[in-house]
Antibody
Framework: QVQLQESGPRLVKPSETLSLTCTVS??????????WSWIRQHPGKGLEYLGY???????YYSPSLKSRLDMSIDTSKRQFSVRLSSVTTADTAVYYC?????????????WGQGILVTVSS | EIVLTQSPGTLSLSPGERATLSCRPS???????LAWYQQKPGQAPRLVIF???RRAAGIPDRFSGSGSGTEFTLTINRLEPEDFAVYFC?????????FGQGTKVEMK
């Protein structure tokens, strides 16, 4: 059974960089049909897709956040990561890591449990 | 970007009733790359339906998805207490992937 677990600082100061890591268990990360993704959810709101990184390191970022996002993967550690720079209070959200492609396309399954990151001084 | 509009915002139903949730993309989805996710309070979303009509592993057959183009539907027959949650649709055929704003299925 595939499981994903987010980790990282839960409190980040404005203008600093948010950094999160997702650790994967139960699945090989080295598959061309799977992508490793980040999605966030502002408190009490809907879901916002941030982007993905493939096992080769290829990335896709949401256009609205592209200038601030950086994603990477380390298959030897079974981890992938996201960095979001120059954060503001508007970046306070629950951040989920997830896998895309379980059924061959880009459906998202499973998701990590999520980690609430608060941006505050 | 494709905007997904879900309706209604809230559905108040009793256990045993049928829930019908709508998701309308702002542009035609040619590939039926439409998924539905269930989210309960304090939990991560869970994939329910993908490819517009295919159930994810472990999802009971009272859940069904249908539709194409610019209108998609999630139907939950004979609601069980564990089905009361928020449901999001998502399109993953066109970048950027986008989500609907969600429909809350609450117990009447």
């Amino acid at each position: 059974q595939v499981q994903l677990q987010e980790s990282g600082p839960r409190l980040v100061k404005p203008s600093e960089t948010l950094s999160l890591t997702c650790t994967v268990s139960g699945d090989s990360m080295s598959s061309p049909v799977k992508y490793w993704s980040w999605i966030r959810q502002h408190p009490g709101k809907g879901l916002e897709y941030l982007g993905y990184v493939s096992y080769t390191g290829a990335t896709y970022y949401s256009p609205s956040l592209k200038s601030r996002l950086d994603m990477s993967i380390d298959t030897s550690k079974r981890q992938f990561s996201v960095r979001l720079s120059s954060v503001t209070t508007a970046d306070t959200a629950v951040y989920y890591c997830a896998r895309e492609g379980a059924y061959g396309d880009f459906e998202i399954d499973p998701w990590g449990q999520g980690i609430l990151v608060t941006v505050s001084s | 970007e494709i905007v997904l509009t879900q309706s209604p915002g809230t559905l108040s139903l009793s256990p045993g009733e049928r829930a019908t949730l709508s998701c309308r993309p702002s542009q035609r989805l040619d590939s039926n790359y439409l998924a539905w996710y269930q989210q309960k309070p304090g939990q991560a979303p869970r994939l329910v339906i993908f490819g517009a009509s295919r159930r994810a592993a472990g999802i009971p057959d009272r859940f069904s998805g249908s539709g194409s183009g610019t209108e998609f539907t999630l139907t939950i027959n004979r609601l069980e207490p564990e089905d009361f949650a928020v449901y999001f649709c998502q399109q993953y055929g066109t970048s950027p992937r986008t989500f609907g704003q969600g429909t809350k299925v609450e117990m009447k």
